[in-house]
């Protein structure tokens, strides 16, 4: 008997194990038939699966007779559902060819480098912010762009009043005069124009930013050495689009801003338009106000007319008009007030843009772009007013071809720059007058189906200086779908300019002008390396991470110094450096998102054989964002930024500090939706762990502003769009 039984059991068992199937498949990119190292092939119902290797193949074992449900998913693809019947009637490799998803991601095309390529395919690494995460970060400050940018790794907002609220971008550390800041890749934002630029510009009109870091000089000039930010603003779709938001917050400040766009057959038209208000606020008690009482009125129309078959032309006018009060919170409210401290700016701009393009046969196209920028500011302090005007354009022609294998752009652009000071003192005018003529040439090769080059070669002449030639190189290497490598570098240069973060801080008071038969531009050479990887781990869970190595070296800087009551720019030789690295990694599991980013810069001056720390730079950065989302419905995000202390001007070293904050949105019904955002709910404030300023009240002596001085703000609205 025992024998009959153990003879069942081993019938039983070996049938079992002649029903276990192995599944073998190799899973492809359908364009360009790489294997997708990474890809996930599943069975739910089985809870059994695997990754592709190198090779792109994936082996899964031990799966029972029957008929079950497949899932092969990578990031970045359609997933690959079907039903496989086991034992199978063949016992051949499957072989599965991915199709990219041609969602919002794959519709990003780089303009800043004008090649027309989508984002993965350019070899100059290029962060853009697009879409639901332009939404939704403009959601925490609609009135500004000043939060938009300061919540990227390696990007910081740096304050320059206390009580002004004036702010400038630093990118890898460097000073805001290093940075570029374009609209629509025209240079509207320089020189004296550029100290309140951030606090001015809403992003509701805005389509996607683009941020290079690093010298971009081929195509936009030597100013880019620390790198660039490039606005792009909306285009009138195929559908009309009428878009209203309105936010409050609880520093009693107000945004309402309209965006309208329409597309004929020949004619289109955008026109923008916004009303931002701030009432004085002083969270810190202290009679001196954080957020300054300002009134500002945009307006931003444009036209985009077909001329013939294969011509387009755009034309804007950018018209921006603010007022803006800052200092002891009392005289602002009206209240009397013996020898009260203020700071008052007044400014008035107006910009305009004008692009010609006609294509021709073969991927050829003639572009012909131009700007005028107007701007009139006028500063007052107690017993001191400084005002003047700016005049500056920028003109381009240029020739661009597209081929298989191969893209071409080449031009010529002249660049002007003036300004005359109206008030201040008059007996030493800080008035110049700069003129620049380019000619540029930029290649992007596809060398083979794993490496794409792109080189470039600019000449610039400046009327003050003469030549500077500017080259540049980047490689990009893609072994596979699920790796990336990028590497480059170029050389920059920087004209002298009294207009920096230092002088906006003493509100150029006090301040010898540029002598152009001592001061020379400065130069620099810098190079990133960057690496990018993408992998689905398991059925739902992907993982893109990106690291960014990076180093730029600044000969013979501009510095800014105090001789008796005075200050003056000098060369005394030395250098500034850069160098550290950005880690970016983005988690997406379910309707989760979670995006963790760190910054490490390691920025020094080194003068006379003395190495320093560079002021006002956050050695250490911590970036992290958790989100859900229900996509069209409802999202939520909770953030925290960690900042590291950073050495002050004055020779001491402030603070570490993090700062949390929670931010949601929910549509209610096809055209509507409701937002709010509690900003810094931990109320971190300089105000709470350190001082702004030393002195009294009537004569305050502010010191460096490192951390947030408006502390715990809730803002909400609506936004409608029809």
């Known amino acids: 008997m025992t024998r009959i039984i153990l003879a069942i059991l081993a019938l039983g068992i070996s049938n079992l194990c002649f029903s276990q199937n192995t599944y073998q498949a190799r899973i492809l990119d359908e364009e360009s038939g790489e294997p997708l190292l990474g890809a996930t092939l599943y069975f739910p119902e089985l809870q059994l699966g695997g990754s592709a290797n190198e090779n792109g193949m994936v082996t899964v074992k031990n799966i029972p007779d029957g008929t079950f449900k497949l899932q092969i998913q990578y990031v970045g693809y359609e997933m690959l559902q079907l039903k496989v019947t086991f034992p199978l009637g063949k016992s051949e490799l499957t072989v599965f060819n991915l199709k990219h998803e041609h969602g919002e991601l794959e519709l990003l095309t780089v303009q800043s480098n004008r090649s027309s390529r989508v984002i993965e395919d350019v070899p100059t690494r290029v962060e853009i912010i697009a879409g639901e995460e332009l939404a939704e970060k403009g959601n925490m400050k609609p009135g500004d762009i000043r939060m938009l940018l300061n919540e990227s790794t390696g990007i910081q907002t740096q304050q320059t009043s206390a009580t002004s609220y004036n702010s400038s971008i630093r990118i890898q550390g460097l000073d805001g005069k290093y940075t570029q800041l374009l609209r629509d890749g025209l240079p509207l934002y320089s020189g004296y124009s550029s100290g309140l630029s951030l606090m001015q510009i809403a992003p509701l009109d805005l389509a996607q930013v683009e941020v290079i870091k690093g010298s971009s000089s081929t195509l936009y000039g030597g100013g880019a050495i620390a790198g660039l930010v490039n606005l792009i603003t909306k285009r009138p779709q195929e559908k009309p689009e009428l878009s209203f938001l309105i936010n409050g917050t609880s520093a009693l400040g107000l945004d309402a801003s309209t965006f309208y766009s329409v597309k004929g057959e020949k004619l289109g038209t955008t026109v923008f338009a916004s009303y931002n208000k701030g009432t004085a606020y002083d969270p810190a008690g202290i009679g001196l106000t954080a957020i300054p009482e300002f009134d500002r009125f945009t307006l931003n129309p444009k036209l985009l007319v077909d001329v013939g078959e294969r011509s387009d032309l755009v034309a804007g006018v950018n018209f921006i008009q603010e007022e803006r009060l800052g200092g002891n919170l009392d005289f602002i409210e009206g209240n009397p007030v013996n020898d009260p401290y203020f700071e008052a700016n007044k400014t008035h701009r107006i910009s305009t843009e004008l692009t010609f393009q006609t294509q021709w046969k073969k991927g050829n196209s003639l572009t012909f772009k131009n700007s005028l920028n107007f701007f009139d500011r006028k500063i007052e302090i107690p017993n001191y007013r400084f005002g003047g005007k700016q005049f500056s354009s920028f003109s381009e022609l240029n020739w661009s071809s597209t081929g298989t294998k191969s893209s071409w752009v080449t031009g010529l652009n002249l660049w002007t720059d003036q300004f005359e000071q109206r008030q201040g003192d008059l007996s030493s005018p800080l008035d110049y007058s700069l003129t620049t003529l380019g000619v540029f040439v930029q290649n992007i090769w596809n060398a083979s189906p ?32 699920a790796l990336t490598l990028r590497i480059g570098g170029g050389l920059g240069y920087k004209s002298p300019t009294v207009f920096t973060e230092e002088t906006e801080r003493i509100q150029f008071q006090n301040l010898i002008p540029i002598d152009d038969a001592s001061l020379v531009s400065e130069k620099s050479a810098g190079a990133n390396l960057d690496i990018n990887y993408r992998i689905a781990l398991g059925e739902e869970l992907s993982l893109v991470a990106n690291t960014l190595l990076f ?37 997406n599991y379910r309707d989760f998102k979670l995006f963790t980013g760190y910054t490490f810069a390691d920025v020094i001056q080194e003068f006379n054989g003395e190495i320093n720390p560079y002021p006002l730079v956050a050695r250490h950065r911590l970036n992290n964002v958790l989100m859900f989302e229900k996509h069209e419905n409802f999202w939520i995000g909770l953030e925290a930024y960690y900042f590291s202390p950073q050495v002050l001007n004055d020779g001491q070293k402030g603070q570490s500090y993090w700062i949390l904050g929670l931010m949601t949105e929910k549509t209610l019904g096809e055209n509507f939706s409701v937002f709010a955002n509690f900003e810094n709910f931990l109320d971190t404030r300089q105000t709470r762990f350190d001082t702004i300023y030393t002195g009294d009240l009537s004569h305050p002596e502010f010191r460096d502003i490192y951390a947030p001085v408006d502390g715990f703000v809730i803002n909400g609205g609506v936004k409608l769009k029809f």
Request: proline fraction near 7%; aromatic fraction near 14%; glycine fraction near 8%.
């Open 450 to 481: 794993k490496w794409t080059l792109e080189s470039g070669f600019r000449l610039d002449h400046l009327n003050s200086e003469g030549l500077f030639p500017l080259p540049k190189i980047s490689a990009m290497y893609q072994p596979n779908q």
């Open 551 to 587: 180093f730029t070296r600044i000969e013979n800087p501009l510095i800014l110094e105090k001789n008796n009551e005075q200050f003056e720019f000098v060369q005394p030789g030395g250098k500034f450096e850069t160098r550290g690295m950005e880690v970016n990694l983005k988690w």
